[in-house]
Each structure stands twice: as C-alpha cells, then as structure tokens.
C-alpha cells in the first residue's frame, strides 16, 4: 500500500471506526485537539491542493471530503480557516454524486459525509439540488438538517453564524435569528 493510500485510510479509519457519531458534531475542545494533533498536517496540505491526487478514487476521495470540510470545521472552530476546504470538498461532493460513487457507497455514514459539503454550501441551488440527495441516501434525521440549512440559506443567502469568523456584518434579522434556539449548527 502506497504512503497516500495509507493515509488516506487512517482517515477514513479514524473518522467512522475509532470515533462515534456524538463525538463528529459535537463542541469538544479535547476531540478538536486530538483531530488537530493526528491530521494538522494533511488538513493544510489537502487545503492546500497537495492532496488532489486522491480525487482519482472514491475512498481516498471521501478522505479528501473528511479533510476538506470536516477536519477544519474542528480544529478551526469560529474560524475563517474552519470553511477554507469548503470550495474544494464541494466539488469533489458533485463529482461523487456525478460519477455513481455515492450511489455505489453501502454505508449510510459514508454517504452522509459525501454530502456534507453541499449542505455546508451558501448557495441556494445546491442546497435545493442536495436536498433529493439527502432524502435518498441518509437517515430522517440528517435530512432534517439539511433542510433547517437549505431555509437559512433560503432566508439570508448566507449562515448569519459563519458572519464573526468571516468578517461579514450581520443585519438586524440575523441577529435576531441567532438569538434562537437551535441557529448555530
């Protein structure tokens, strides 16, 4: 096995065998810590298009997903660098979806996390063409999600939540939003 596909299967290893579900989105400074401790490297280096070679083949592809959109999410948290995968590990979400590979994928965790770049995306069309998706590969409970994502976008063309780390000003209706129960994903 090659050092790259090495890599990318401790990814995927660590990401759906040695954690659980509760720890992927929950607000756990000592689970940051241990993702930054293990993939810092290979997150940058991915962000960085040193990693493109992975897009070849789905499993080092959803590594690529995982590093791209999730990873930073964690070790960046109310960061701009929290969504600087955010374009890449899109593309490679439509290219899975073009090419059969989420179709192909037997876990619905895996498919799960194909699709989180779109339902992390701040533009509408994508949020309503990953909608079908979702209610086709995932549970009753992430499709939830991603429809309360597809309405924000739908409302504010934006994740008023994402506005701090980004530098953007939050209107008066986004300030109010935020200020309700269950806005920040």
Request: hydrophobic content about 50%.
């Amino acid at each position: 096995m090659d050092a790259l596909r090495e890599k990318a299967s401790e990814v995927l290893e660590f990401w759906f065998a040695e954690t659980r579900p509760h720890q992927w989105f929950a607000k756990d400074p000592a689970f940051d810590d241990l993702v930054q401790q293990r993939f810092l490297r290979l997150i940058r280096q991915a962000i960085a298009g040193e990693l493109d070679s992975w897009s070849a083949e789905p499993c080092r592809a959803l590594a690529l997903v995982l590093l791209l959109d999730q990873f930073p999410r964690q070790i960046w948290r109310d960061s701009a660098m929290a969504f600087a995968g955010d374009p890449q590990a899109l593309a490679l979400s439509q290219k899975a979806v073009e090419l059969g590979w989420l179709a192909a994928e037997p876990e619905q965790a895996r498919r799960q996390f194909w699709l989180m770049p779109l339902m992390h995306s701040e533009d509408l069309a994508v949020q309503d063409e990953a909608l079908p998706l979702f209610d086709q590969f995932t549970d009753p409970r992430t499709v939830d999600f991603a429809r309360r994502h597809r309405d924000v976008i739908a409302r504010f063309q934006r994740f008023p939540h994402r506005n701090a780390a980004l530098g953007r000003v939050s209107s008066a209706a986004e300030l109010a939003f935020l200020q309700t129960p269950g806005s920040r994903f």
